[in-house]
């Protein structure tokens, strides 16, 4: 018992199924009840009733599990995580569970021993270790079979131990952290740099700043005016029908707005007496103006159809 660092005054559960002897468990509860005293508490838990347990977390100082002579117990994940938070911080599982060492097998109920530390970790507990390996005793052997149906050459039993973290899960801390300000000031400008880059109006006049004449950058070929044709696009206006590009910039739009305007100018029905422009009392029966306002020679006037049908 001295293995499991139980002194006086700790709280101690000790973990039990269907697999532990009776006597063995009444035994070991009298050994713990002498080690932990009348100012601690030894609790005796069923494995399938844990879950269910009323147990507050970080209850006991210790937990024990499979301990008990003769015991085969395996420890689900669910299982490890409820004795982890029943833990205190600081406090120790130990619990002993066969193990499998064939390589090969691959079965769901018997873990190996590197899965059940990883169990253990994964349950939160640190500093996981393994305490001992032996052989099962052939009641232990018997007992795999009848309580867990499972049959092998080779399974040993494995002691393994793990601690709570000092720190209970979910908790916060405020990080302690030494990060210099920053200043709000802006960075020195180094006065030589300043003065290299500053020009006066002083300096416009100094004889020893050259100063290049803009026009000058510009060559005769510049000055030229381009030809329209030469800034459209290869492909603008090509095909039976000339159209403009979308967004064009080379002038085919413009022209063929002209073009258009043309056309419609070309299209108004000519005056076969001259006197549509003064008016509805100058114009004959037949005018396609009838009822339009008067308007100035050679200004152009839109007919609607109805109007062209009418007439």
């Not at 001295?2 to 199924?17: L, Y």
């Not at 130990?94 to 994964?122: G, H, M, Q, R, W």
Request: with cysteine; charged share 25%.
């Amino acid at each position: 018992m001295a293995d499991f660092g139980i002194s006086a005054g700790q709280f101690v559960a000790v973990i039990w199924d269907k697999s532990s002897p009776v006597e063995a468990l009444k035994d070991l509860v009298d050994k713990l009840q002498a080690l932990t005293g009348d100012e601690g508490r030894v609790s005796v838990e069923n494995i399938n009733q844990l879950l269910q347990s009323a147990h507050k977390e970080s209850s006991f100082d210790i937990v024990l599990s499979g301990i008990i002579p003769g015991s085969t117990t395996l420890h689900s994940a669910d299982i490890l995580a409820e004795m982890a938070r029943i833990l205190r911080p600081g406090g120790c599982l130990f619990l002993k569970e066969p193990v499998e060492t064939a390589v090969a097998v691959n079965n769901s109920k018997v873990k190996t021993a590197s899965k059940l530390c990883s169990a253990l970790t994964l349950s939160g507990l640190v500093e996981v270790k393994e305490l001992q390996r032996e052989s099962l005793s052939p009641e232990e052997i018997q007992s795999v079979r009848e309580h867990l149906g499972y049959h092998s050459d080779s399974l040993l039993s494995l002691q393994i131990t793990g601690k709570k973290p000092n720190f209970e899960v979910g908790s916060s801390s405020q990080l302690k952290l030494s990060i210099a300000k920053k200043s709000s000031g802006k960075p020195a400008v180094d006065p030589a740099a300043a003065k290299l880059w500053t020009l006066s109006a002083n300096d416009m006049e100094d004889e020893s700043v050259d100063l290049i004449d803009s026009d000058e950058l510009l060559d005769a070929e510049d000055l030229k005016k381009p030809d329209p044709a030469s800034l459209r696009a290869p492909s603008c206006g090509e095909g039976k029908k000339r159209k403009a590009c979308k967004n064009c910039t080379c002038g085919l739009a413009e022209e063929l707005e002209k073009e258009k305007s043309r056309d419609q100018i070309s299209s108004q029905p000519k005056s076969a007496c001259g006197n549509c422009y003064l008016g509805d009392a100058f114009r004959c029966a037949s005018c396609p103006y009838l009822g339009m306002p008067a308007f100035k020679p050679g200004e152009k006037v839109l007919l609607s159809d109805s109007n062209l049908h009418d007439a």
